[in-house]
């Protein structure tokens, strides 16, 4: 099933997306916690798809520090949204979220806290930035960014 199985999943957020207002990510996190919570079948389904993926090696193949990360889709296929896919355990890289992101959390292991963040959805708004981190244990996180738009860090 590989990568189609998680565009499949996600595709009724990917179409709510495009009606959903990133400036406003607290709004925005809320209206996704309540119309795709993962402890409902939609968010089953997404956690069997996403341990399937890392048990067969298809998903998360590539490493780097505290992460392991692959791409979906790109926009093309997810309707205007990139969608990526990182485990992570500890700091990412610097990055700006040039016209937002939208980021599915699911614990893998311990108590772990995205950017404050516990398992559900987190959204910031356009223009921000940060150090993606999981703190307390291990996630993986599918990221949503509008067009593929990010700037990272150079190095």
């Not at 990133?22 to 389904?45: I, Q, R, V």
């Not at 889709?73 to 355990?89: Q, R």
């Not at 599915?104 to 356009?126: M, N, Q, R, T, Y």
Request: net charge negative; charged share 25%; proline share 6%.
């Amino acid at each position: 099933m590989g990568n189609e199985g998680i565009i499949d999943a996600l595709s009724p957020v990917l179409e709510r997306l495009k009606t959903l207002d990133l400036s406003e990510p607290g709004a925005a996190k809320e209206t996704l916690d309540m119309e795709f919570p993962l402890h409902t079948d939609f968010g089953e389904k997404l956690k069997a798809l996403a341990d399937q993926g890392l048990s067969e090696g298809w998903l998360c193949g590539k490493e780097a520090g505290d992460s392991r990360f692959s791409r979906v889709a790109k926009p093309e296929a997810g309707k205007g949204y990139s969608i990526d896919a990182v485990m992570l355990w500890g700091d990412g890289p610097w990055h700006k979220h040039t016209k937002g992101e939208v980021n599915c959390l699911i614990a893998l292991d311990g108590e772990p806290s995205f950017c404050g963040f516990k398992e559900g959805w987190a959204v910031f708004a356009p223009g921000s930035q940060h150090v993606p981190s999981v703190k307390g244990g291990k996630m993986i996180i599918f990221y949503m960014l509008p067009d593929g738009a990010v700037e990272w860090k150079k190095a």
